[in-house]
């Protein structure tokens, strides 16, 4: 099935329920017919570029070949054409040869990149955060050497994080790094999960990576972040011999095997130190924080593109007999829940842009802002919405994915219709960069008492302010009366969260992944009705009318998940849960 890029929505999404309007200042050369002209490049080349291999990608995974990483067939020739067409040099800054246009604008582009090809996507999206990493807190050196050729895409980035006995626990990490006398540091150790680690499309491949020197306290504070080259860089820029580090193996996934996901060996590797040493988990949350918000835009992309394959599905399978027109054999789509479960797949994917899309527009602004009080009101926005983003945002993708294998029925169990790839390559994402319980954690444990309060009682203002915007609109009149009931719930969620983590942090804790799915199921009824109001009749009155009745009218019954306790769940031992 062939992929149409939602350039249309993607625009809406932006103009009407993200705010990008409020950019203009910031970004005067971001105007209108810039960005239409980007998206619609943008679509061409993920429809005719990417999505065309995304098939072969999982049919030919990437394979280690003599200690040597070949990728899918079509990657390297894909990734040429994406270089140079300047794709990975939006967001980046002028003077690195980049393009200086607004992160938001790059986010909106890599839904489409995602949704065509999501194990090539990955590529691209682990450099942009080593860019953003470097660019925050590389020296002058690296910036000069690394930075140009990162943006322009001739170098490719990773980071690495994981080890076999440190996965979430980082403090757990043993990788060493020796200062080797010459004002540089020797990397010993083994990363895993490193994706993107090796291949064949680019020139270098510049590693980011977490590791501990010999006089390094114990735990998180004894952990400084470091730069290794797979090919080492001479000060004139050319590169040279190959770094002490290899390739141990290629990992055996459940899903985007066009991403090679590898074991990286570092044998006395040379390697500069990044920041300040001991700093490290800081500096590497600087890459992380851009690409959780890039892996819920992943969830957003895979749902539509597994959205799409079951519509067009629909719309060709015949069975049964129509209950509204009577037909025999029936089109799928003309059958009342195969339709409802289609509007209500849409409906999630806009709720899930709006939400990524907006936090976007809240990092733009807490850097571009025009006054010091609206960075840091900004600022606060995105750090409230990044965990919903990331985590709210890929289970819908992974919920539209298995609704996707259901719409096509015992055909969407069988590989060769494609659907099943959709829900393969969607696992993965409520897992890495932060799996989904994680970001649950950090959102009721620090996001909630950003600002002593503000954050979060800024975003219920504003949600408020929508609320009082649609009670005039007659054909919102349902909608309202859910969001406002859904809005109740949320605020009573929040005020139990605040109080219960204060004195008695476990049962807040217990609470944490349902209040999440809580908060985010509210923020993205928000997005659709501003959707509603900018658009009051056709599809943007369905979407809003169908979440309201099958979302938003279950929020208030969420809220005894949240505020449950931990006390049944503490006298659970192993034995009452085995067999």
């Known amino acids: 099935m062939t992929y149409r890029a939602p350039v249309r929505d993607l625009a809406f999404a932006l103009r009407h329920v993200a705010g990008f309007d409020r950019l203009a200042a910031a970004f005067p050369e971001a105007d209108a017919d810039t960005v239409d002209a980007v998206l619609d490049a943008a679509g061409v080349f993920a429809s005719e570029i990417l999505a065309p291999i995304n098939r072969a990608g999982d049919l030919t995974p990437a394979r280690l070949d003599n200690g040597v990483v070949r990728t899918s067939p079509g990657f390297p020739a894909a990734y040429k054409a994406f270089a140079q067409a300047g794709w990975n040099s939006l967001a980046a800054d002028p003077k690195h040869g980049g393009q200086g246009l607004p992160k938001t604008l790059e986010i909106a582009v890599f839904e489409m990149?995602?949704?065509?090809?999501?194990?090539?996507?990955?590529?691209?999206?682990?450099?942009?955060?080593?860019?953003?990493?470097?660019?925050?807190?590389?020296?002058?050196s690296q910036r000069r050497l690394y930075l140009p050729r990162l943006v322009s895409g001739e170098?490719?980035?990773?980071?690495?994080?994981?080890?076999?006995?440190?996965?979430?626990?980082?403090a757990a990490l043993t990788t060493m790094a020796t200062p080797d006398g010459e004002g540089g540091y020797a990397l010993v150790?083994?990363?895993i999960y490193i994706t993107w680690g090796d291949h064949d499309v680019a020139d270098n491949v510049c590693h980011l990576v977490l590791a501990r020197t010999p006089d390094a306290p114990p735990g998180v504070k004894g952990i400084s972040l470091f730069l290794a080259p797979k090919v080492l860089v001479g000060e004139d820029g050319v590169l040279g011999v190959a770094n002490a580090l290899r390739v141990g193996g290629l990992e055996h996934k459940l899903g985007i095997h066009g991403s090679p996901t590898c074991v990286m060996l570092y044998e006395g590797a040379k390697a500069t130190l990044v920041g300040e040493l001991g700093k490290g988990l800081a500096h590497m949350f600087t890459m992380m924080n851009a690409a959780r918000l890039q892996v819920g835009t992943q969830g957003v992309a895979i749902a539509e593109r597994a959205y799409q394959q079951a519509l067009a599905f629909s719309l060709e399978r015949t069975q049964g007999r129509s209950a509204w027109t009577g037909a025999y054999p029936a089109r799928l789509f003309d059958h009342p829940d195969i339709r409802r479960t289609l509007l209500l797949m849409k409906a999630r994917i806009e709720?899930?842009?709006?939400?990524?899309?907006?936090?976007?527009?809240?990092?733009?602004?807490?850097?571009?802002?025009?006054?010091?009080?609206?960075?840091?009101?900004?600022?606060?926005?995105?750090?409230?919405?990044?965990?919903?983003?990331?985590?709210?945002?890929?289970?819908?993708?992974?919920?539209?994915?298995?609704?996707?294998?259901?719409?096509?029925?015992?055909?969407?169990?069988?590989?060769?219709?494609?659907?099943?790839?959709h829900y393969r390559d969607a696992r993965i994402n409520p897992i890495y960069e932060g799996a989904n319980g994680i970001q649950a954690i950090d959102l009721i444990g620090r996001k909630l008492v950003l600002g002593e309060g503000q954050a979060?009682?800024?975003?219920?203002?504003?949600?408020?302010d929508t609320l009082e915007a649609?009670?005039?609109?007659?054909?919102?009149?349902g909608v309202a009366l859910r969001f406002d009931a859904a809005l109740n719930a949320a605020s009573s969620a929040t005020a139990w969260l605040i109080e219960r983590r204060?004195?008695?942090?476990?049962?807040?804790?217990s609470g944490a992944t349902a209040y999440l799915k809580l908060l985010g199921d509210v923020v993205g009824g928000w997005m659709l009705i501003k959707g509603a109001l900018a658009e009051p009749h056709g599809v943007r009155l369905a979407l809003a009318r169908v979440y309201g009745e099958n979302v938003l009218a279950s929020v208030p019954g969420q809220v005894a998940g949240v505020t449950a306790g931990a006390a049944d769940l503490e006298g659970v031992t192993a034995e009452m849960l085995g067999v």
């Open 351 to 421: 709720a899930a842009r709006g939400i990524c899309l907006s936090t976007a527009v809240a990092a733009d602004l807490s850097r571009h802002a025009e006054t010091e009080e609206a960075r840091a009101s900004a600022k606060l926005r995105e750090e409230l919405l990044t965990p919903i983003a990331k985590a709210w945002s890929t289970d819908m993708g992974v919920e539209v994915a298995s609704q996707g294998v259901q719409i096509h029925g015992g055909m969407g169990f069988i590989e060769e219709t494609g659907a099943a790839q």
């Open 470 to 477: 649609i009670a005039a609109i007659e054909a919102l009149a």
């Open 189 to 191: 150790g083994q990363k």
């Open 502 to 509: 204060a004195r008695a942090m476990p049962d807040a804790l």
């Open 456 to 464: 979060i009682g800024d975003l219920m203002d504003d949600m408020r």
């Open 113 to 140: 990149v995602h949704a065509a090809n999501m194990a090539f996507g990955l590529c691209p999206m682990l450099t942009l955060a080593a860019i953003e990493a470097l660019a925050s807190h590389g020296s002058e």
């Open 155 to 170: 170098w490719t980035g990773t980071m690495n994080l994981t080890e076999p006995q440190a996965g979430s626990d980082l």
